[in-house]
């Protein structure tokens, strides 16, 4: 018994039967005697249909008015799961973010909460014994104007609300089971992991794994929220999210990600001398262009070539930009990219184990794929490779890693 966040994304409140579903969920819980706050997204399609509709009255409607618009999404399902928990014949109560007490700082459409405040909602646990319902992915800035926290921000809603509440847990309900050891649908012998920790969780996700928002996980680190993140259709426990993770069986990583989001850059023929990879980084920064691997090629004839990787959707802005400044870094010519894709392996027993790249490696060979560059952290290996290697390179890597 205690107080449960638990968060229903999209395709699990799709319509009326599964709104039942998750009201049948969400009581089952309140049942066996917990308090329940429950975090909905909108139904479906709902969001992108809102931006569909937004674009053909006005493509370039204000950040603030697209708030206004895309979070009513939310309201509707939190009012129809109310109605439907209502019609189970539990005491319920359904909040818009702000009345829920979401604050965030004023970047609409990509707002950071600020705070949470929890009176209403403790009011509504304790002193009414409702289970409250909460629209995700929403708050009030300080002008009272409606703000949404970016797409897929719902995860983040939860999390913090769990924090401010001080949840005993926060149950992330989702259309797959858990997190996997590769993509489920793609890669053969994947498989559900039991646990996984805060970091390895944050990597899975920024490699591509999208089970939970990256700004959900970092949270619920800082916070050392609970989470579990399992299936709303399938009755069984998922993948929980924490600190520290004891292993069953010995596995050295816990998952293989594919990040297709991805496009290499190379400045070709650059002077070599110091301060350009200075002012070529400080260039992108500014522009608040990320850059991930980078790769500085020995200098031959007072040259060399810089390459590095950003996301796919920034490559032209960050060619354009470099172009722009040509004649003061002193480059040859910019080559771009985007058929490429980052494969990386993930797992906190990495420090420990010497063997983990060249095992990774080992499988690369094996299935006759080329590296383009590699990167390696505490936690992880990516290397870059051609995109159509990627489906072979993942499936050899995961064969050689979770294989018999
Ligand atoms: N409805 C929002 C979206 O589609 C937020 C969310 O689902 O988390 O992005
Ligand atoms: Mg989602």
Excluded at 65 to 74: A, N
Excluded at 353 to 362: E, L, N, P, T
């Amino acid at each position: 018994m205690g107080l449960i966040v638990q968060k229903f994304g999209g395709t699990s409140v799709a319509n009326t039967e599964r709104l039942q579903n998750v009201a049948r969920i969400i009581t089952e819980t309140y049942r066996q005697g917990n308090q329940v706050v429950a975090v909905l997204s909108a139904q479906g399609d709902t969001t992108d249909d809102l931006i569909e509709k937004a674009r053909e009255v006005n493509p370039r409607a204000s950040k603030r008015e697209m708030d206004m618009l895309l979070s009513t999404g939310e309201q509707i399902s939190c009012a129809l799961c109310a109605m439907a928990i209502e019609a189970l014949g539990f005491p319920v109560v359904s909040l818009t973010g702000w009345q829920a007490g979401f604050q965030t700082n004023s970047n609409y459409s990509s707002a950071k909460i600020k705070t949470v405040h929890t009176e209403r909602i403790q009011a509504e646990l304790d002193r009414n014994h409702s289970i409250v319902i909460v629209t995700g992915f929403q708050g009030l800035n300080k002008y009272d104007d409606i703000t949404t926290l970016g797409r897929g921000g719902s995860d983040t809603s939860a999390v913090a609300l769990a924090a401010a509440l001080k949840a005993d847990l926060c149950q992330i309900y989702t259309d797959v089971e858990g997190v996997y050891t590769a993509d489920p649908r793609h890669v053969k012998g994947a498989r559900k992991l039991e646990e996984i920790t805060f970091d390895e969780m944050l990597e899975l996700a920024s490699q591509g794994a999208q089970v939970l928002h990256n700004r959900s996980v970092e949270l619920a680190k800082k916070y050392r929220v609970n989470l579990e993140v399992l299936s709303s259709f399938a009755n069984k426990p998922g993948t929980k999210v924490k600190e520290v993770v004891k292993r069953m069986e010995k596995t050295q990583i816990s998952g293989v990600a594919k990040d297709k989001n991805v496009a290499r850059l190379a400045l070709v023929g650059v002077e070599d001398k110091p301060g350009i990879a200075y002012r070529v980084f400080s260039l992108l920064g500014k522009e608040d262009i990320n850059v991930d691997i980078i790769l500085q090629s020995i200098g031959r004839d007072d040259t060399k070539d810089i390459s590095f990787t950003v996301k796919r959707d920034d490559a032209e802005k960050a060619a354009d930009l470099l172009n722009e400044y040509k004649e003061s870094i002193g480059f040859d010519h910019i080559d771009v990219d985007k058929e490429v894709v980052k494969v990386s392996i993930v797992g906190a027993g990495m420090v420990d184990d010497a063997g983990v790249a060249a095992k990774m490696f080992g499988a690369l060979y094996d299935a006759d794929v080329n590296i383009q560059m590699i990167s390696t952290s505490e936690i992880k290996v990516s290397v870059l490779l051609d995109e159509n290697d990627a489906n072979a390179a993942v499936q050899a890597i995961h064969d050689k890693f979770f294989g018999e």
